[in-house]
């Protein structure tokens, strides 16, 4: 009987041991909370994932060149609790969006919340804790 309890620790360890390791960025390492910013754009693209969801909109600068901008939001999941539906983010809508950009200056963002034309509001899931919605939000 002890030699079976052993082996059974032993193979639940080892299966343990090979699981994929799954980390997870803090907002800060990617994003800076001092550089807001609210960008209005078409959406090109949308990718519905865990742990995060994509949004990806063409946005026209002062020059006239198009820039594709990456939005994080929370993860699929957490984004349909909040009343998202894909058919509300075909390619074309127009969007304006609320985050904070990229540290190294991409075209990347992490987006606290989108407007639509029509008024109607959806927090994104931000993962900085300050932003409105976040966990440290009254």
């Known amino acids: 009987m002890g030699r079976v309890c052993f082996v059974g620790i032993v193979t639940a360890l080892m299966?343990?041991?090979?699981?994929?390791?799954?980390?997870?960025h803090s907002f800060s390492a990617e994003y800076d909370e001092r550089k807001p910013l609210k960008l209005t754009g078409t959406v090109s693209e949308m990718r519905w994932s865990n742990p995060h969801a994509w949004i990806y909109i063409d946005v026209r600068g002062e020059d006239g060149k198009v820039v594709k901008w990456a939005w994080e939001t929370g993860g699929a999941n957490a984004l349909y609790r909040r009343g998202w539906r894909k058919e509300d983010l075909v390619p074309g809508t127009v969007l304006v969006i609320d985050g904070f950009?990229?540290?190294?200056?991409?075209?990347?963002?992490?987006?606290?919340?989108?407007?639509?034309?029509?008024?109607?509001?959806?927090?994104?899931?931000?993962s900085n804790r300050n932003a409105p919605g976040g966990a440290n939000s009254k």
């Open 15 to 24: 299966l343990q041991a090979t699981r994929p390791a799954v980390a997870h």
């Open 101 to 126: 950009q990229a540290r190294n200056g991409a075209p990347t963002a992490n987006a606290t919340s989108i407007t639509f034309k029509d008024g109607r509001q959806l927090f994104a899931g931000s």
